[in-house]
Each structure stands twice: as structure tokens, then as C-alpha cells.
């Protein structure tokens, strides 16, 4: 079993939609990173969590250390928001190596 | 600040062949690292470092080599190239230690590799 488990892999949406990805942990950690790959792009950092909820835009990301899970919600979405998400977490024990989930592949039609 | 900056954007190379993907960052990020893309899997990591003289391996080793002699930079060799390192390449950067906590992680652009 992966240690940074996604889902769902894929997703699509219409505009203005409410998204939820979700990504669930089997390992402590000290911070969990959310990231954005558009088609053919680089890879861009949204946030980093180590406990509670941020937001940035019409993104926000939450987090249940108790749970081991993470949600990043996409409010209101925008053909632009199509996207492959990517979860990933630096385990307690790992030092700073970082274990990545498979990422989500969403597409927001117009 | 450029960020991180990885050359090449794309490569081929015949099996047997030899290069060296660059990775500079300018942040002064202790901590570095290698990862490769293949479809329908997550970024695995290929080597890393926290600091100047210091390389650990990763997830996926076999076939690579680095080295870091200067905080900003971070090579990764192919010393002898195979079908199976067909990949898409992406070096990334973050603060290290206790510091790492509230470091984002900065990614390059990536290189497409091609092995024939």
C-alpha cells in the first residue's frame, strides 16, 4: 500500500462547480504539500499544512493530523483550474524526503 | 531571484550514452532533490541532499549518480543511459531541518529525456 494514497485519480467538472480532492497518509508527518501540474507544465506549490485549514483564492486546503487526511477544495472552478493535483508529505521519519501521492487529473469544461 | 533552473528542457540519447542534467537554485535551499515522472505513477525520488557534500539515494538510484560540491548546485548523471530512464525529470529545492517546516518546495521546469 503507498504510504500518500489520492483520490479520485481523475475528475471532471463543470464550471463554477465546488471540487473536493482528497489524500490520505499512513505515516506521521511534519508537513504536507498540495501542488499543481497543469498539461506539459512545471510543477507549482500551493500550500503547505502542518495542522488546520489555509486558503489562498478560491483554493483551500484542510487537514486532520488525527485523521491523516488532507482535503484541497476548489471553489467556483474555472476551465483554468484544469490541472493534475498532487499530494505530498514529509514523513517524521524520513527526514526531509518527501513521499508523493499519484496525483488527481481534473478537467473543468466550460 | 530565478528559482531553480534546470537544463536541459529536452534530451535524446542513444542507449550507452552519457549526460548530465543541471539543477541550480539561488535561494540558498539546504535540502535538493532528483525525482522522475512516468505515467500513472508519482514523482519518485532519485537522489537528494541537505546540504553541500552531503548525497543520500532515494526511491530509485540504480543508473544515476550526484553530486553536490556548492549549495546551489546539484547535478544528476546518467553514466551509462537505458530505455527505462525515459522520463520526464524534475529537480526541487526547500529550506532543510527544522527549517523545512514552513518551506514550500520549489520545482524546475523539468527535462523530457528521451533513450532510443
Known amino acids: 500500500k503507498n504510504e500518500v494514497e489520492q483520490s479520485p485519480q481523475n475528475l471532471t467538472a463543470q464550471e463554477g462547480e465546488f471540487i473536493t480532492i482528497n489524500c490520505s497518509y499512513s505515516?506521521?508527518?511534519?508537513?504536507l504539500h498540495w501542488l499543481q501540474q497543469h498539461p506539459g507544465g512545471g510543477i507549482v506549490s500551493l500550500f503547505m499544512l502542518s495542522s488546520g485549514k489555509k486558503k489562498h483564492g478560491r483554493l483551500i486546503a484542510t487537514i486532520n493530523i488525527q485523521e491523516k487526511h488532507s482535503s484541497l477544495h476548489i471553489t467556483a472552478s474555472h476551465p483554468r483550474d484544469s490541472a493534475v493535483y498532487i499530494c505530498a508529505v514529509r514523513s517524521t521519519s524520513s527526514g526531509d524526503k518527501l513521499t508523493f501521492g499519484t496525483g488527481t487529473r481534473l478537467a473543468v469544461r466550460p | 531571484n530565478a528559482g531553480v533552473t534546470q537544463t536541459p528542457k529536452f534530451q535524446v540519447l542513444k542507449t550507452g550514452q552519457s549526460m548530465t542534467l543541471q539543477c541550480a537554485q539561488d535561494m540558498n535551499h539546504e535540502y535538493m532533490s532528483w525525482y522522475r515522472q512516468d505515467p500513472g505513477m508519482g514523482l519518485r525520488l532519485i537522489h537528494y541532499?541537505?546540504?553541500?557534500?552531503?548525497?543520500d539515494q532515494g526511491e530509485v538510484p540504480n543508473g544515476y549518480n550526484v553530486s553536490r560540491s556548492t549549495t546551489e548546485d546539484f547535478p544528476l548523471r546518467l553514466l551509462s543511459a537505458a530505455p527505462s530512464q525515459t522520463s520526464v525529470y524534475f529537480c526541487a529545492s526547500s529550506y532543510s531541518g527544522t527549517n523545512s517546516y514552513n518551506s514550500p518546495l520549489h520545482f524546475g521546469n523539468g527535462t523530457r529525456l528521451t533513450v532510443t
Open positions: 541532499s541537505v546540504g553541500a557534500g552531503i548525497t
Open positions: 505515516v506521521g508527518i511534519s508537513a
